[in-house]
């Protein structure tokens, strides 16, 4: 087992550094070239073959809906599955830091995700490592078996700021202030984070970005996130199963009228119904 493992891998690290050069292939398919051990360039294709979308109302609604998307042989997105209701942060939703580009008008558009706002970054981000209480789940991301030990630091000041760690490993001043253990059933009494995705907001760790978002299972339809993605358990359990990390896999989060103004750009799959 991987012990203090950060929210995404260090590739995924290295990605959000370039995200610039990256995001010309980032959803519109063409080939990338990706950094090797010490983040440079390497001709290895890797194309984004899978896209979990979720899409809120607005920026201050607490529900909406997600759906998931595969390329075709020929490139074209599909949605695979039904759509499923979901349920977000508490807050709404404000934009994150994630793999989307800079964009002025949005920023103007709509708030900005901070630690403790209960808000949902929107944007476009890695998804994985998965995690959960089992030793094995079904999934093709890469697997966290949780521990009695695992933290995620919501502390904006500590060097582990939004990471998973392990408080053997880092010490009790390592996890002194977090409000996030993982193995919530043997510290609040509760197992919410059962089985669950790490959405790689804010990868860079800045300070009071956020911090500790997860897809999980919702308590229920209705009941908000204090800024995760939540949704039915089996709804989660499908999506982990066809999570796939050699697809690349994205989730994006926006509000339906952003969706709308950045999805040709983006590159991203057009919503089969009507937006919600």
């Known amino acids: 087992m991987r012990r203090g493992l950060s929210f995404v891998t260090a590739t995924a690290c290295r990605m959000a550094c370039k995200r610039v050069l990256l995001m010309a292939w980032l959803l519109a398919g063409p080939a990338a070239r990706l950094g090797g051990a010490e983040g440079e360039l390497a001709a290895v294709a890797l194309p984004v073959r899978q896209v979990v979308v979720v899409l809120v109302p ?23 599955g039904p759509a499923a209701e979901v349920v977000v942060g508490r807050g709404g939703s404000g934009w994150g830091r994630g793999l989307h580009p800079d964009d002025p008008e949005a920023a103007a558009a709509g708030p900005q995700k901070r630690e403790g706002d209960g808000r949902s970054p929107a944007g476009i981000f890695a998804l994985g490592p998965a995690f959960g209480s089992r030793q094995t789940i079904e999934t093709g991301l890469e697997y966290l078996p949780l521990e009695r030990g695992h933290w995620c630091i919501d502390v904006p000041e500590s060097p582990h700021y939004n990471q998973i760690v392990l408080e053997e490993d880092v010490g009790q001043a390592g996890i002194a202030g977090s409000s996030e253990p993982m193995r919530r059933d043997l510290h609040r009494g ?46 989660l359990v499908t999506m982990l199963a066809w999570l796939d990390a050699a697809a690349r896999p994205r989730l994006v989060l926006l509000p339906a009228a952003e969706y709308q103004r950045l999805r040709r750009a983006w590159g991203l799959p057009a919503w089969p119904e009507p937006l919600p």
């Open 58 to 80: 607005d920026w201050e609604a607490t529900t909406g809906h997600v759906r998931r998307f595969a390329r075709d042989a020929g490139g074209d997105w599909l949605a695979v």
């Open 190 to 235: 509760d197992d919410q984070y059962r089985v669950g995705c790490v959405i790689g907001h804010n990868p860079e760790h800045v300070a009071n970005l956020g911090s500790c978002i997860f897809a999980h299972p919702w308590i229920d339809a209705t009941t908000p996130t204090a800024g995760c993605v939540g949704m039915a358990e089996p709804t």
